[in-house]
């Protein structure tokens, strides 16, 4: 704890503060020294002293391996920590999520505490292999686990024929712990005004039945777009705050405005889909690729809701997706790992 304190201590006048006040033009020292003073004094110290104990018990009850999905919360760092860094036991990531678009937060998020990273698909895979040759160094191996994927396609069973197409409509969620970190993302203001315009389009459209996809805890949309949608008493939207793969069971068609792990499970489940994303996404080549029609360019609202106008009034068979699910499953992907270790 005294060593942190003593670090925190001389942050001032160091050279990183230096850098981040010329980046911004301007003196931001008062705004941000209390943050990082308090990250080191409190957080770092709680989080090293976390990697302490847990290293003590991973030795003493002789464990081999630490599995994880996320390493953004100060709880799951002092157990990876452990693991990794003091070399207690080795660390695993089960891929937290799928992407299309080239975002560097997955690059260190998913890598930078484990020794191997468990990947659900191959665009996955050779977007990490790039990652950790190209960028960071982190001496974490990716290995195809692409099973996980493949589990939408469990979820999808022959059902009764409708009357009317069921759509579902996925909203982006916001974070905020990566929101200026090298990640690309909407401006909330004008989400909000782009989501009025789609349930707009979808009103006109009674001849399909909608399901709004809504996350709960993303606090902005209940406070506006739900409210927005419920006011507008259209008998054939709904909305549903259920787990996104159980809609997979019932869906005809799903449309997204951001590729995510959503776009992933939908190919994989073998339901017609589209995903727009913005004009200034770096989507991965790979991606384009394997998703082709079903994966939009839009550069205004108008433009995207032309090409939802389009997706709804063509043959769905032309947006199904042959997502390559060719790895090993989660079994013999771990026995290949615990192989290397003898």
């Given at each position: 704890?005294?060593?942190?304190?003593?670090?925190?201590?001389?942050?001032?006048?160091?050279?990183?503060?230096?850098?981040?006040?010329?980046?911004?033009?301007?003196?931001?020292?008062?705004?941000?020294?209390?943050?990082?003073?308090?990250?080191?004094?409190r957080?770092?110290?709680q989080?090293?002293l976390d990697?302490?104990?847990?290293?003590?018990?991973?030795?003493?009850n002789?464990?081999?391996?630490?599995?994880?999905?996320?390493?953004t919360?100060?709880?799951?760092?002092?157990?990876?920590?452990?693991?990794?860094?003091l070399?207690?036991?080795?660390?695993?990531?089960?891929?937290?999520?799928?992407?299309?678009?080239?975002?560097?937060?997955?690059?260190?998020?998913?890598?930078?505490?484990?020794?191997?990273?468990?990947?659900?698909?191959?665009?996955?895979?050779?977007?990490f292999?790039?990652?950790?040759?190209?960028?960071?160094?982190?001496?974490?191996?990716?290995?195809?686990?692409?099973?996980?994927?493949?589990?939408?396609r469990?979820?999808?069973?022959?059902?009764?024929?409708?009357?009317?197409?069921?759509?579902?409509?996925?909203?982006?969620?916001?974070?905020?712990?990566?929101?200026?970190?090298?990640?690309?993302?909407?401006?909330?203001?004008?989400?909000?005004?782009?989501?009025?315009?789609?349930?707009?389009?979808?009103?006109?459209?009674?001849?399909?039945?909608?399901?709004?996809?809504?996350?709960?805890?993303?606090?902005?949309?209940?406070?506006?777009?739900?409210?927005?949608?419920?006011?507008?008493?259209?008998a054939?939207?709904?909305?549903?705050?259920?787990?996104?793969?159980e809609?997979?069971?019932?869906?005809?068609?799903?449309?997204?405005?951001?590729?995510?792990?959503?776009l992933?499970?939908?190919?994989?489940a073998?339901?017609?889909?589209?995903?727009?994303?913005?004009?200034?996404?770096?989507?991965?080549?790979?991606?384009?690729?394997?998703?082709?029609?079903?994966?939009?360019?839009?550069?205004?609202?108008?433009?995207?809701?032309?090409?939802?106008?389009?997706?709804?009034?063509?043959?769905?068979?032309?947006?199904?997706?042959?997502?390559?699910?060719?790895?090993?499953?989660?079994?013999?992907?771990?026995?290949?790992?615990m192989?290397?270790?003898v």
């Amino acid at each position: 704890r005294e060593d942190c304190e003593r670090c925190a201590r001389k942050l001032r006048g160091a050279d990183i503060v230096s850098r981040i006040n010329d980046k911004c033009s301007l003196d931001v020292s008062p705004v941000i020294l209390p943050f990082l003073e308090s990250f080191i004094s409190r957080d770092c110290c709680q989080m090293l002293l976390d990697a302490e104990r847990m290293s003590r018990f991973y030795r003493r009850n002789d464990i081999g391996y630490v599995f994880a999905r996320g390493n953004t919360e100060k709880s799951s760092l002092g157990p990876l920590i452990a693991a990794k860094y003091l070399k207690a036991a080795k660390s695993i990531c089960v891929q937290h999520a799928c992407f299309a678009v080239d975002m560097e937060v997955f690059g260190v998020f998913e890598t930078e505490t484990y020794d191997h990273v468990l990947t659900t698909n191959e665009i996955s895979q050779k977007y990490f292999e790039r990652s950790l040759a190209d960028r960071y160094r982190t001496d974490c191996t990716p290995v195809p686990s692409f099973h996980l994927a493949g589990e939408s396609r469990k979820k999808r069973a022959g059902g009764k024929k409708k009357r009317s197409e069921r759509v579902v409509f996925v909203e982006k969620k916001f974070s905020d712990r990566v929101r200026c970190f090298n990640n690309m993302i909407f401006p909330l203001t004008w989400y909000f005004e782009f989501q009025k315009m789609v349930v707009d389009l979808f009103a006109e459209k009674k001849d399909f039945e909608f399901i709004y996809k809504h996350a709960r805890g993303q606090i902005w949309a209940e406070r506006s777009i739900l409210k927005y949608i419920r006011s507008g008493g259209c008998a054939h939207i709904h909305v549903f705050d259920g787990h996104f793969t159980e809609t997979l069971k019932f869906a005809d068609r799903v449309i997204m405005d951001h590729p995510s792990t959503a776009l992933f499970e939908t190919a994989a489940a073998g339901i017609p889909v589209l995903s727009l994303y913005a004009d200034y996404y770096n989507v991965l080549g790979p991606a384009k690729k394997v998703f082709g029609r079903s994966l939009r360019e839009f550069s205004s609202e108008e433009e995207a809701l032309s090409i939802i106008e389009e997706f709804l009034g063509s043959d769905p068979g032309e947006y199904t997706v042959d997502l390559p699910l060719t790895g090993g499953n989660f079994a013999d992907s771990f026995s290949g790992i615990m192989a290397q270790k003898v």
